[in-house]
């Protein structure tokens, strides 16, 4: 069965409308036409069945039931990515979002090429949204990650949020030559874990230490030095494996 994605807000009774980019996928893409039965998933956890009853420029549907729901995840993964060039950023979304990470932030350190101003920032913020919704419907995923917009390095550790949160907390670090991420048995049994990516040109000395200062461990993968694309993807699987996610 087809799936697309409605903005649970925009539910009004059983009746939904879909966006622009949604409608445009049913009515000239698919040639979909009303009458039809499709699937709506909200992102937040449910899937409902669901008939065609107009296709204007919005799509309009009618709502006759739930599909499936996914319950909460037990255990949460957060990943903050120093920006990376054209478009490997959004490979590292969509793999993310396959491989279950439920949070994404985006930032900027001292190594990162390129800076966006804040339409820019806006834009990507958006793409990476819609990467990441694609991902979801692909992948039979039923809870859309969240997705931040880009913050800078100093940010991304001082936030308030960063008080108040439990997570086991790891940078990946080529310099690092004592600990292997597969001698952390704790992201077993650790509630939520955050990991720190670097962008192509790596963490500072400098930035290693913030981190550590904000309670990051650092771990290695090894003796290669790895693409900053293939370093996040590899961490990513690995600490889901060993948190019984994947
Ligand atoms: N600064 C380096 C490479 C950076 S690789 C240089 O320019 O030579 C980009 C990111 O991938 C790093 O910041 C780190 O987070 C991750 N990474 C790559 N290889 C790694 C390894 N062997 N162990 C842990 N992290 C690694």
Redesign the pocket.
């Known amino acids: 069965m087809r799936r697309f994605y409605f903005d649970p807000q925009t539910r009004n009774g059983d009746e939904v409308s879909l966006s622009d980019e949604e409608s445009h996928h049913i009515v000239k893409v698919l040639r979909l036409s009303a009458g039809e039965h499709v699937e709506l998933l909200d992102g937040q956890g449910a899937v409902f069945r669901a008939v065609i009853v107009g296709t204007g420029r919005r799509v309009a549907l009618r709502i006759e039931g739930i599909a499936a729901t996914a319950p909460e995840p037990d255990k949460t993964l957060r990943i903050g990515q ?1 920006i990376l060039k054209g478009d490997k950023m959004d490979t590292v979304v969509q793999k993310c979002t396959e491989l279950g990470v439920s949070r994404f932030t985006p930032f900027h350190s001292s ?1 990162c090429q390129g800076k966006l101003d804040p339409v820019q920032s806006r834009k990507k913020q958006e793409r990476w949204q819609r990467i990441g919704l694609e991902a979801c419907k692909q992948c039979l995923r039923l809870r859309v990650p969240h997705l931040d917009g880009p913050v800078s390095y100093g940010e991304l550790l001082q936030g308030k949020a960063m008080e108040n949160d439990q997570s086991l907390r790891l ?6 030559k004592e600990l292997h ?1 597969r001698d952390l048995p704790e992201i077993g049994a650790a509630p939520s874990v955050f990991l ?8 500072t000395h400098e930035e290693v230490e913030l981190a550590r200062a904000a309670g990051f461990r ?11 694309e ?3 993807l ?2 990513v699987a690995i600490v889901q494996f060993l948190a019984g996610n994947l």
Do not use: K, Q
Not at 196 to 203: R, S, T, Y
Not at 218 to 228: C, H, N, Q, W, Y
């Open positions: 120093g190594r940078l990946f670090w080529e310099e690092e991420v720190l990516l670097g962008p192509e040109g790596g963490f650092t771990v290695s993968l090894g003796e290669r030095i790895l693409r900053a293939t370093a996040s590899t961490a």
